[in-house]
């Protein structure tokens, strides 16, 4: 079991909003993109966030553009879980392939505010918030290992590096 | 057993199955994969991954739409290094001021009924206007498909929409696929396969067919699909495709979900900011003032949007400023040897360059804070055009020609 503090968001947050698309062209670094995370939603997590922080949102989560630095900004923030009542499901994808988990709880937003904290047993596939406890779903056996790689981009270079140079 | 639907049908075949159902996972490969501007940053997490070559070079895409011509010394660098990337790889690809990814690779009949095609960009829904399978992906997923030329895909489950009825003047393809989203909401799609039908679709012209499922994007579906008929074949027939099998839903395939819309009985709709499905009747929202008004996109930048306004500007003068911007060269081309752009021009608009303008924000009509666009774009979300606190609406040409005469949201039918 780890301790999160959380970040709670309503529904329908779109990635216009975690990660600007003016940006999409310009920054490039790691730092960069994390220094812009939601800074139209709320400039204090773009300022306070902390590794480890969770962000917990209502339905929707991350719907809009296809664009990969609306789950790397947050990542790049230390931010590697996230609850949702749902996801978009590029977003969702996109999660899998960064190597950050998708954890769908219809019930959390409503149980928490930012600043709470909430209890994550990821072998056991528990949540525990405010003392009541919810299972989520697993992800399918082919999607975990992407997922338990780090993500895409890992798994690939695994794949690539065990296959030998040309 | 029941049916399939196209999406099972699609996902099948690319993936080299003899059936496949919603819910399973298959490596996907598609027929033809894309990226515009990102390609240069997909191309530096493709060298990440070690492979020693890219997989299917002739598969390959590349546009240049995004922000054209360059606005910045940076903006130009990147555009450097997807030419001389194209270059070394024998990659097809498109110069500045081609147009738009969605709109080039439709005009160079570039993909085909049946076919899969990913992009690196949200709105690769559209090409469900030919009956292929059009999805978006994220740029390590497009380096992972140049380093192997197949993606992890889960077959979606099925959302049946029919459309029936005839369009009223002045009621377009935008309008419906407003109502749509506006009724069942940005994640009414719930990242299915959005599979239309109806005796409406082949009153339909194809320019109105792009509208549909290039805008399902923004309903949170996966893809969306026309049964194509004989006038997209024709289409492509005429631009030089080869052979191809095109793919239609069973009767009995599984629909976890069907919608009807009778297109006779709608009105004009729009999107109020800051979401696509913040829909109301026009007539809600009637003069609200705008300081900007934008023609242009993959949504609605092709000749008969722009002719929908040349209707309404006729012989009138806008009132706020208004950029058109045509969604490729060869709309620009059509569009001044019939008269239509000298229509525009002499109402007051202005004209730049083919590719997505200001639809997100990169240059050539950001607005200022507190002005409002209305934008014949698909997306309005808070920030799209490049300033957080402009308040963007969405409609169709017509609308965004009568609001630009009006200074204000306006009835594009008074001016008919
Ligand atoms: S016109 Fe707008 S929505 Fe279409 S591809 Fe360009 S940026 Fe995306």
Known sequence: ?166 | MPGYTFAEKALARAAGAATARAGETLDVRPDVIFSHDNSAAIRRIFEKIGAPRIAHPERMIFTLDHAVPAPTTQHAQNHAEIRAFAAENGIRWFEVGRGICHQVISEEALVLPGQVILGADSHSTHFGWLGAFGMGVGRTEMAALWATGELWMRVPEAMRVTLTGRLADGVTAKDAALKLIGDRGADGGDYRSIEFDGDALPLLSLEERMVIPNMMAEFGAMNAYLPPDEAVFNYLRTRGAGDFTPLYPDADAVYSEHYTLDLGTLDPQIALPHSPDNVVSLREALGQPVQQAFLGTCTNGRLEDLLAAARVLRGQRVRCRMVVIPASSEVLLAATQDGTLATLLAAGATISTPGCGPCMGNHMGVPAPNEATISSANRNFKGRMGTADAPIYLASPYVVAASAIAGAIADPREYF
């Not at chain 1, 670094?29 to 220094?35: F, N, S, V």
């Not at chain 1, 800074?39 to 989560?61: H, K, M, S, Y």
């Not at chain 1, 960064?98 to 072998?123: H, K, M, N, Y």
Request: with cysteine; proline share 5%.
């Open chain 1, 1 to 166: 079991m780890t301790t999160h503090r959380v970040w709670v968001y309503d529904d329908n947050v779109n990635t216009d909003v975690i990660f600007p698309g003016k940006y999409t062209y310009t920054l490039k670094t790691p730092d960069e993109i994390a220094a812009h995370a939601l800074e139209d939603l709320d400039p204090r997590f773009t300022a306070e966030a902390q590794p480890g922080d969770v962000i917990v949102a209502g339905r929707n989560w991350g719907c809009g553009s296809s664009r990969e630095q609306a789950v790397t900004a947050l990542k790049y923030r230390g931010v590697t879980v996230i609850v949702a009542a749902s996801f978009s499901g590029l977003y969702a994808r996109n999660c899998i392939n960064q190597g950050v988990l998708p954890i769908i709880c219809p019930q959390a937003r409503e149980l928490l505010s930012t600043g709470d904290t909430l209890d994550l047993d990821l072998a056991g596939g528990t949540l525990l918030i405010k003392g009541q406890r919810f299972a989520f779903a697993r992800l399918s056996p082919s999607v975990q290992a992407i997922y338990e790689a780090g993500g895409l981009l890992p798994m690939l270079q695994r794949r690539f590096s065990d296959q030998g140079a040309p």
